[in-house]
């Protein structure tokens, strides 16, 4: 019987029929980044043609400046998202971990690296709690993160006030260690007559160790499939419980160091910050091509999503339009963008 | 054990890779399992047969180490074996195929491959020798994909299946568990990956095909075990059985014909359909139960 069989195994076919191979355009087009490209270079064109301001090179490094201090946050928040989750305590966090290392520093009258590092441990054991609450209780990590950026929200004004009598975090720019902190996360240099600012460079290096890890590491791999399947990932040995944490944790660090800069460069930050970012980085991330569900995405796509909010958000001022209208141009655009994204990269996997 | 190694290595090239003698799993009080025997070595194929809820879940979870049988005893190559996780069950070169997979559709097929398996370089990984390895093990299987980037999910559930069997024979499969391969397919992908299961009984592994489809399992199998509410209703070796009897065990004759006496009390065309159902009892010659139920040995 198993002869018979054996006989009617046909050998494997050399070329399978059903698989038609794409043209390299097309395959470029399937990437997650690609549609965010696009749009990116639609809007620079569009800002090119109607805000003359817009093509100096000058104002284009103060809308990477202002990309930069979006970017850094949609970095990580795209590689939480990839891995299945979501944290909306992200802006906030960015603020706490400022007030942190300045009320720390201020009222203890120590070095500003003391404090620096004190905000460093309670940003990371923000994003832990956040992790451990949504691996152990399974609640959706929008309701978790919810909970706890209100929390921090308060946390943040309430403590502020009962500490300085203020709203605002007082100025630590006397204190010592001020200048070489500052140095390091909120100083600027000139190329070519243009001053860029470091947290530029930090965004470019972070977004390429961001996409190293994606693409070629381990993690990466499992960074996709906690979010593209948990329970698989889970059945062929992947730790999702630490991924995940290790993903909150990430974001904590980057609310760290974007806290530090905005705290660096202006000596002091008002506890109602921050408020509201949280979506310009999942937009960020979601324009670049990252899925709302999970396992799929970019950071360089997150990195171009930040970009458009910054070209949009200078390009608006650049123009001279009234900036009541600000908020209406920036929905349109991001929808925009977000429409030709989705149509490109449907496109793309058609073409597959 | 009271045996000396040299007999021990004797026995171990003859003993099967999996055998099980009259394991039974209770939960609480209700008896999920009971009196079971089998046995799978390589290069054979064990079908085991059964309707929804006859046991068939309980006695995977029992070889692919999930659960500890509550009686009866369970050898590897000849010795007694107590896992108590599927990590040893795997280290011991039992792989289990689960109906959905552990796949994630959005990934490449090379990552799902060696997904929780990577192979390191420095930091990173290696990731030409994956790609490589990847679609070699494939072809090896003679499932010849042109792009092993493109996600998986956008193969067919046959396709997927299959790279499923071919991960589970690299990464040193000994016994293949195969829970339900044929289920979720149409009758042409079924038909490849009844193709991939005799591929790897020809390369020495030994098979064990849960299905509930006689048609599926009687030909590619060697042996076959039919449970029924947690029990055996017939171990059979191939010769001792035919298709037709199978189908017949896996119809359920008595609870067919109970089915029928209902339906006929019924009356109208309830008892036409019952009629009907009973000439199709008695085509598939259920009241002639084939001979010698114990095929082991």
């Given at each position: 019987m198993s002869d018979t069989l054996q006989a009617d195994v046909t050998p494997p076919p050399t070329h399978d029929e059903r698989v038609r191979r794409g043209s390299r355009l097309a395959r470029l087009l399937a990437r997650p980044e690609a549609g965010a490209l696009a749009g990116a270079i639609v809007i620079y064109l569009f800002f090119f043609v109607v805000a003359p301001p817009f093509r100096n090179a000058s104002s284009f490094s103060t809308v990477l400046y202002v990309s930069s201090t979006y970017g850094l946050m949609a970095t990580p928040i795209a590689l939480l998202m990839i891995g299945g989750e979501f944290d909306l305590s992200a802006g906030v966090a960015v603020t706490s971990a400022a007030l942190c290392a300045s009320l720390f520093s201020y009222e203890f009258t120590v070095n500003v690296?003391?404090?620096?590092?004190?905000?460093?441990?309670?940003?990371?054991?923000?994003?832990?709690?956040?992790?451990?609450?949504?691996?152990?209780?399974?609640?959706?990590?929008?309701?978790?993160?919810?909970?706890t950026f209100f929390m921090l929200e308060g946390l943040n004004l309430a403590l502020t006030r009962t500490i300085t009598n203020q709203v605002a975090s007082p100025d630590i720019s006397n204190i010592q260690g001020f200048s070489s902190a500052q140095k390091v996360f909120a100083t600027s240099f000139t190329i070519g007559g243009v001053s860029i600012n470091i947290t530029v460079i930090y965004w470019i290096v972070f977004v390429l160790i961001a996409t190293w890890i994606l693409l070629r590491t381990r993690i990466g791999n499992w960074i996709f499939s906690v979010g593209g399947n948990a329970p698989?990932?889970?059945?062929?040995?992947?730790?999702?419980?630490?991924?995940?944490?290790?993903?909150?944790?990430?974001?904590?660090?980057?609310?760290?160091?974007?806290?530090?800069?905005?705290?660096?460069?202006?000596?002091?930050?008002?506890?109602?910050?921050?408020?509201?970012?949280?979506?310009?980085?999942?937009?960020?991330?979601?324009?670049?091509?990252?899925?709302?569900?999970?396992?799929?995405?970019?950071?360089?796509?997150?990195?171009?999503?930040?970009l458009i909010f910054g070209m949009t958000n200078q390009g608006i001022v650049y123009a001279g339009w009234d900036p009541d209208w600000f908020t209406f141009f920036l929905g349109a655009l991001l929808l925009g963008a977000i429409l030709l994204n989705t149509y490109i990269r449907r496109r793309a996997e058609a073409a597959r | 054990m009271t045996t000396t190694t040299t007999t021990e290595t004797q026995r171990k090239a003859a003993e099967p890779l999996v055998k099980l003698i009259g394991a039974g799993k209770n939960y609480g009080s209700i008896i999920a399992l009971s009196d079971i025997s089998l046995e799978v070595s390589g290069g054979e194929v064990m079908c085991v047969l059964g309707d929804n809820g006859a046991g068939k879940s309980t006695l995977i979870k029992i070889i692919a180490g999930l659960h500890q049988p509550s009686v009866g005893t369970y050898e590897v190559e000849g010795t007694p074996v107590h896992f108590s996780s599927p990590r040893e069950a795997l280290e011991r070169g039992i792989a289990t195929v689960y109906q959905d997979l552990a796949v994630v559709p959005l990934m490449p097929v090379w990552r799902n491959f060696f997904l929780g398996n990577e192979v390191r370089k420095g930091l990173g990984m290696d990731i030409a020798l994956m790609k490589k390895t990847c679609k070699q093990e494939l072809l090896d299987m003679g499932i010849d994909l042109r792009d092993v980037d493109q996600p998986i999910g956008t193969l067919s559930g046959g396709e997927r299946q299959c790279v499923a069997i071919a991960r589970a024979v690299h990464f040193g499969a000994k016994v293949l568990i195969l829970d339900e391969p044929t289920a979720a397919l149409g009758v042409k992908q079924a038909g490849v990956v009844l193709k991939y299961i005799i591929q790897a009984r020809e390369r020495g592994l030994g098979v064990i095909f849960i299905t509930h489809n006689p048609h599926h399992a009687y030909p590619v199998g060697d042996r076959?075990?039919?449970?029924?509410?947690?029990?055996?209703?017939?171990?059979?070796?191939?010769?001792?059985?035919?298709?037709?009897?199978?189908?017949?065990?896996?119809a359920g004759g008595s609870e067919l014909e109970q089915l029928s006496h209902e339906l006929e009390a019924a009356g109208g065309a309830a008892a036409e359909a019952a009629h009907e159902m009973e000439d199709n009892v008695s085509d598939l010659g259920i009241s002639r139960p084939p001979p010698s139920p114990d095929g082991g040995g």
């Amino acid at each position: 019987m198993s002869d018979t069989l054996q006989a009617d195994v046909t050998p494997p076919p050399t070329h399978d029929e059903r698989v038609r191979r794409g043209s390299r355009l097309a395959r470029l087009l399937a990437r997650p980044e690609a549609g965010a490209l696009a749009g990116a270079i639609v809007i620079y064109l569009f800002f090119f043609v109607v805000a003359p301001p817009f093509r100096n090179a000058s104002s284009f490094s103060t809308v990477l400046y202002v990309s930069s201090t979006y970017g850094l946050m949609a970095t990580p928040i795209a590689l939480l998202m990839i891995g299945g989750e979501f944290d909306l305590s992200a802006g906030v966090a960015v603020t706490s971990a400022a007030l942190c290392a300045s009320l720390f520093s201020y009222e203890f009258t120590v070095n500003v690296w003391v404090g620096v590092v004190v905000a460093l441990v309670v940003a990371l054991a923000v994003g832990f709690i956040n992790g451990w609450i949504v691996v152990r209780t399974g609640i959706p990590s929008f309701l978790v993160t919810l909970g706890t950026f209100f929390m921090l929200e308060g946390l943040n004004l309430a403590l502020t006030r009962t500490i300085t009598n203020q709203v605002a975090s007082p100025d630590i720019s006397n204190i010592q260690g001020f200048s070489s902190a500052q140095k390091v996360f909120a100083t600027s240099f000139t190329i070519g007559g243009v001053s860029i600012n470091i947290t530029v460079i930090y965004w470019i290096v972070f977004v390429l160790i961001a996409t190293w890890i994606l693409l070629r590491t381990r993690i990466g791999n499992w960074i996709f499939s906690v979010g593209g399947n948990a329970p698989s990932a889970r059945a062929v040995g992947v730790p999702v419980a630490r991924m995940k944490i290790g993903l909150f944790m990430a974001v904590g660090f980057m609310a760290w160091f974007t806290g530090m800069h905005t705290l660096l460069l202006f000596n002091t930050i008002q506890s109602g910050q921050g408020v509201g970012n949280e979506f310009v980085y999942i937009i960020a991330a979601v324009v670049g091509g990252c899925l709302l569900t999970g396992g799929y995405g970019s950071a360089v796509g997150a990195a171009i999503g930040a970009l458009i909010f910054g070209m949009t958000n200078q390009g608006i001022v650049y123009a001279g339009w009234d900036p009541d209208w600000f908020t209406f141009f920036l929905g349109a655009l991001l929808l925009g963008a977000i429409l030709l994204n989705t149509y490109i990269r449907r496109r793309a996997e058609a073409a597959r | 054990m009271t045996t000396t190694t040299t007999t021990e290595t004797q026995r171990k090239a003859a003993e099967p890779l999996v055998k099980l003698i009259g394991a039974g799993k209770n939960y609480g009080s209700i008896i999920a399992l009971s009196d079971i025997s089998l046995e799978v070595s390589g290069g054979e194929v064990m079908c085991v047969l059964g309707d929804n809820g006859a046991g068939k879940s309980t006695l995977i979870k029992i070889i692919a180490g999930l659960h500890q049988p509550s009686v009866g005893t369970y050898e590897v190559e000849g010795t007694p074996v107590h896992f108590s996780s599927p990590r040893e069950a795997l280290e011991r070169g039992i792989a289990t195929v689960y109906q959905d997979l552990a796949v994630v559709p959005l990934m490449p097929v090379w990552r799902n491959f060696f997904l929780g398996n990577e192979v390191r370089k420095g930091l990173g990984m290696d990731i030409a020798l994956m790609k490589k390895t990847c679609k070699q093990e494939l072809l090896d299987m003679g499932i010849d994909l042109r792009d092993v980037d493109q996600p998986i999910g956008t193969l067919s559930g046959g396709e997927r299946q299959c790279v499923a069997i071919a991960r589970a024979v690299h990464f040193g499969a000994k016994v293949l568990i195969l829970d339900e391969p044929t289920a979720a397919l149409g009758v042409k992908q079924a038909g490849v990956v009844l193709k991939y299961i005799i591929q790897a009984r020809e390369r020495g592994l030994g098979v064990i095909f849960i299905t509930h489809n006689p048609h599926h399992a009687y030909p590619v199998g060697d042996r076959f075990l039919l449970l029924n509410r947690g029990r055996s209703i017939g171990y059979y070796k191939k010769e001792q059985v035919t298709l037709e009897e199978l189908t017949g065990l896996m119809a359920g004759g008595s609870e067919l014909e109970q089915l029928s006496h209902e339906l006929e009390a019924a009356g109208g065309a309830a008892a036409e359909a019952a009629h009907e159902m009973e000439d199709n009892v008695s085509d598939l010659g259920i009241s002639r139960p084939p001979p010698s139920p114990d095929g082991g040995g």
